[in-house]
């Protein structure tokens, strides 16, 4: 579904990506993980074709995403749904409005039929009671849930998901992971979760890529991830203090420091 | 060595932003005939810009053209010509307080708050979601937004002018005792409809042009952090206010100059 090929990607002096290569499987929940500024919302802005990479190609459904037109870039991102860290909901519109956003600009349906499919993607993340409601008066597990379903309203072939376990409460918490799970599973999607919330992630992804210093750090199923030989990957998938990335900021010795004021 | 490394660097970032402002300006003309097919879009904003800033205008203008009433009342006395003040009530708004003066309002009330808006859209990425839902925010946010100001404020800046003329009646003809006829009939007699009028409003469609960009602008180039939607807002104000006041310049010269 998505193929990367030696990606390089600056933001000024600052190399995000060093030319990195991975691969998106069709039909799949891919985690891109990694610690925070690893450029893992970067890499989701770079499939989506909102930055362009100083070098390599992002092939997404075959197509070179940053060769496209306009027109054929909006054709192509009608096939995406994106799930913001905020939830990005529109702040002027009731929930029903925010979901039935994209079909009313897209297609030509009647509105009787925008609202069975508005209610429909409402009950399938159990917020249709919540339609009229308007995005502030919504919790933050609950705006996600939202912007889930607007995500999936155009019946989208792929999902990114932006950190969407951050900062939510553990009920919330296993909502969106159950969701994630299923929505994947019975609408036959491709996913993409970047996160840096191992255990969740790791509970329901086919496949992880790590990230770190602009390099894949290590990949595999979570399993061989969680056996890798390499201390940073273990370092990392075990949330250890120390160890390769070191609990202290570099500087000279605490005696040093102390005495030679 | 370090001067010139500054003066190059600020001269580069101010050509960049203008380049930026330019494309942003453009792309906002190639979107507009798609807002009059979306005309519930273009109500919904003429509303929050121009008739939430109404009470505004209309207190300004009223309070404005008091002002000029008393001033001018004083002053032409002393030449025993305070029957000429229904002209220089209305040929001073008109031509310049009606339009400068609601233009620099309308940059404090709705240009502060477009910017703002904007900002804040992109702060909680709502922008960006528009895009990766496949829909241009350029045509179904800003477009709307630029229209609505550009609609309000020559609408706003008449206002201002009318309201103003009637408290110049209030203070020169029913407080300091003026003649009445004097007052509108000289005004009639005095001014022109295209040398006074259309010029005024011309002058408010330009800086309606001026503060939308830069408004919008602002807001979308902002820095998505609250610390830069404030410096943007910030910016609107001062830039909107230093760019009407030179087009002022710029255009009274051009309009009045050869007379």
């Given at each position: 579904?998505?193929?990367?090929?030696n990606?390089?990607?600056?933001?000024g002096?600052?190399?995000?990506?060093?030319?990195?290569?991975l691969?998106?499987?069709?039909h799949?929940?891919?985690?891109?993980?990694?610690?925070?500024?690893?450029?893992?919302?970067?890499?989701?802005?770079?499939?989506g074709?909102?930055?362009?990479?100083?070098?390599?190609?992002i092939?997404?459904?075959?197509?070179?995403?940053?060769?496209?037109?306009?027109?054929?870039?909006?054709?192509?991102?009608?096939?995406m749904?994106?799930?913001?860290q905020s939830?990005?909901?529109l702040?002027?519109?009731?929930?029903?409005?925010?979901?039935?956003?994209?079909?009313?600009?897209?297609?030509?349906?009647?509105?009787?039929?925008?609202?069975?499919?508005?209610?429909?993607?409402?009950?399938?993340?159990?917020?249709?009671g919540?339609?009229?409601?308007?995005p502030?008066?919504?919790?933050?597990?609950?705006?996600?849930?939202?912007?889930?379903?607007?995500?999936?309203?155009?019946?989208?072939?792929?999902?990114?998901?932006?950190?969407?376990?951050?900062?939510?409460?553990?009920?919330?918490?296993?909502?969106?992971?159950?969701?994630?799970?299923?929505?994947?599973?019975t609408?036959?999607?491709?996913?993409?979760?970047v996160?840096?919330d191992?255990?969740?992630?790791?509970?329901i992804a086919?496949?992880?890529?790590?990230?770190?210093?602009?390099?894949?750090?290590g990949?595999?199923?979570?399993k061989?991830?969680?056996?890798?030989d390499?201390?940073?990957?273990?370092?990392?998938m075990?949330?250890?203090?120390?160890?390769?990335?070191?609990?202290?900021?570099?500087s000279?010795?605490?005696t040093a420091?102390l005495?030679?004021? | 060595?370090?001067?010139?490394?500054?003066?190059?660097?600020?001269?580069?970032?101010?050509?960049?932003?203008?380049?930026?402002?330019?494309?942003?300006?453009?792309?906002?003309?190639?979107?507009?005939?798609?807002?009059?097919?979306?005309?519930?879009?273009?109500?919904?904003?003429?509303?929050?810009?121009?008739?939430?800033?109404?009470?505004?205008?209309?207190i300004?203008?009223?309070?404005?053209?008091?002002v000029?009433?008393?001033?001018?009342?004083?002053?032409l006395?002393?030449?025993?010509?305070?029957?000429?003040?229904?002209?220089?009530?209305?040929?001073s708004?008109?031509?310049?307080l009606?339009?400068?003066?609601?233009?620099?309002?309308?940059?404090?009330?709705?240009?502060?708050?477009?910017?703002a808006?904007?900002?804040l859209?992109?702060?909680?990425?709502?922008?960006?979601?528009?895009?990766m839902?496949a829909?241009?925010p350029?045509?179904y946010?800003?477009?709307?937004r630029?229209?609505?100001?550009?609609?309000?404020?020559?609408l706003?800046?008449?206002?201002?002018?009318?309201?103003?003329?009637?408290?110049g009646?209030?203070?020169?003809?029913e407080?300091?005792?003026?003649?009445a006829?004097?007052?509108?009939?000289?005004?009639q007699?005095?001014?022109?409809?295209y040398?006074?009028?259309?010029?005024?409003?011309?002058?408010?469609?330009?800086?309606?042009?001026?503060?939308?960009?830069?408004?919008?602008?602002?807001?979308?180039?902002?820095?998505?952090?609250?610390?830069?939607?404030?410096?943007?807002?910030?910016?609107?104000?001062?830039?909107?206010?230093?760019?009407?006041?030179f087009?002022?310049?710029?255009?009274?010269?051009?309009m009045?100059?050869?007379?």
């Amino acid at each position: 579904m998505i193929s990367i090929r030696n990606l390089t990607f600056s933001r000024g002096e600052r190399k995000i990506f060093d030319n990195i290569s991975l691969d998106i499987m069709p039909h799949k929940i891919t985690a891109i993980m990694g610690p925070s500024g690893a450029g893992k919302t970067t890499l989701l802005k770079l499939i989506g074709g909102q930055l362009s990479p100083d070098s390599g190609v992002i092939m997404v459904d075959g197509k070179n995403i940053h060769q496209l037109s306009r027109p054929q870039l909006y054709t192509l991102r009608k096939k995406m749904g994106m799930l913001f860290q905020s939830g990005a909901l529109l702040s002027d519109m009731s929930v029903f409005d925010n979901i039935a956003f994209p079909i009313r600009e897209h297609t030509q349906l009647p509105e009787s039929l925008i609202r069975t499919v508005v209610l429909l993607k409402l009950n399938a993340v159990g917020l249709r009671g919540a339609r009229d409601l308007m995005p502030s008066e919504l919790s933050g597990g609950m705006a996600r849930r939202v912007a889930m379903a607007r995500a999936i309203a155009l019946d989208p072939e792929m999902i990114m998901y932006d950190e969407p376990f951050t900062g939510q409460d553990p009920i919330s918490l296993g909502v969106l992971v159950s969701l994630i799970a299923t929505l994947n599973k019975t609408l036959h999607l491709t996913s993409i979760i970047v996160s840096h919330d191992v255990q969740e992630t790791a509970s329901i992804a086919d496949y992880i890529y790590v990230l770190s210093h602009g390099k894949i750090a290590g990949q595999g199923t979570p399993k061989e991830l969680a056996d890798s030989d390499s201390e940073w990957v273990q370092q990392f998938m075990h949330g250890k203090a120390d160890g390769p990335v070191p609990f202290h900021y570099p500087s000279d010795s605490l005696t040093a420091d102390l005495f030679t004021y | 060595m370090n001067f010139l490394q500054v003066l190059g660097h600020t001269t580069l970032k101010s050509l960049a932003k203008l380049g930026r402002a330019s494309l942003f300006f453009y792309s906002i003309m190639t979107v507009l005939p798609y807002v009059f097919m979306r005309p519930k879009l273009l109500i919904k904003q003429i509303f929050s810009v121009g008739v939430l800033s109404f009470w505004l205008i209309i207190i300004s203008g009223l309070f404005v053209g008091m002002v000029i009433g008393l001033q001018g009342v004083y002053t032409l006395s002393t030449y025993g010509a305070e029957a000429s003040l229904g002209i220089m009530v209305a040929a001073s708004l008109v031509r310049e307080l009606g339009p400068v003066v609601s233009a620099l309002l309308f940059a404090g009330r709705a240009g502060s708050a477009l910017t703002a808006e904007i900002g804040l859209m992109k702060t909680t990425e709502q922008l960006s979601g528009m895009e990766m839902m496949a829909i241009d925010p350029i045509k179904y946010i800003i477009a709307p937004r630029f229209l609505a100001g550009f609609i309000s404020l020559p609408l706003l800046a008449l206002l201002f002018s009318s309201l103003g003329i009637l408290g110049g009646h209030i203070t020169g003809v029913e407080l300091l005792h003026v003649d009445a006829g004097s007052y509108w009939t000289q005004m009639q007699s005095a001014i022109d409809f295209y040398d006074d009028i259309v010029n005024g409003i011309i002058k408010s469609i330009i800086f309606a042009w001026i503060i939308s960009w830069i408004a919008l602008f602002e807001g979308y180039d902002a820095l998505p952090t609250s610390a830069g939607i404030s410096r943007a807002t910030t910016r609107t104000v001062v830039n909107s206010a230093f760019a009407i006041l030179f087009f002022d310049l710029l255009l009274t010269a051009i309009m009045f100059g050869s007379t």
